[in-house]
């Protein structure tokens, strides 16, 4: 038997728990972040390549199932691409200033929190304890809070994209 009791396993295992989240929170954000830049990468690449061959070679992009039509459409969707890329950029950006307005706002309620549960509760509790403890929710919540524009920014920016490439190919496979 080990000198070890239950809670010390259980604290332990949340060690490890704790790390291992937030290493995957910081391989998820760094991910996120190249996914966001590469797509305005990509959009903004194919809209060069598209200018650029069709300056000189026109021929070349017929046999890839341009027509003047669908290269239009296909830089408007590269363009459109850009711009919700970088508004998916902008938007995480902007969520990462609020969500770390909230974390400094914990830290002083945390503060509160701390000195308030070393103060004997009165006859009607501990005041001071609950509304900081409410505040540290509101606080962790508002945090937490999905934000669906730099999802969506996101989203877009992927699908542009992927029509922008699709076109040609179908019109190459006779879908108008």
């Not at 966001?36 to 300056?55: D, E, M, P, Y």
């Not at 902008?90 to 002083?108: I, K, T």
């Not at 937490?144 to 992927?162: D, E, K, N």
């Amino acid at each position: 038997m080990t000198d070890n009791s239950l809670r010390d396993w259980h604290l332990r295992d949340r060690e490890r728990a704790s790390e291992e989240a937030l290493r995957l929170a910081s391989v998820r954000d760094d991910l996120t972040v190249r996914y966001r830049l590469g797509l305005a990468t990509f959009n903004a690449a194919s809209i060069v390549a598209l200018l650029t061959a069709a300056g000189g070679a026109s021929t070349a992009l017929a046999k890839l199932g341009f027509t003047e039509t669908n290269l239009q459409a296909s830089l408007a969707l590269f363009c459109f691409g850009v711009v919700a890329a970088g508004v998916s950029i902008a938007s995480y950006q902007n969520d990462l200033v609020e969500r770390a307005g909230y974390a400094a706002a914990r830290v002083s309620v945390v503060d509160r929190l701390i000195s308030a549960a070393s103060n004997p509760p009165h006859a009607g509790g501990n005041p001071a304890y609950e509304r900081a403890h409410e505040e540290n929710r509101e606080l962790f919540n508002k945090g937490l809070r999905l934000r669906l524009v730099a999802i969506w920014g996101q989203h877009l920016s992927a699908a542009a994209w992927l029509g922008g490439a699709l076109i040609p190919i179908m019109s190459l496979l006779g879908w108008k």
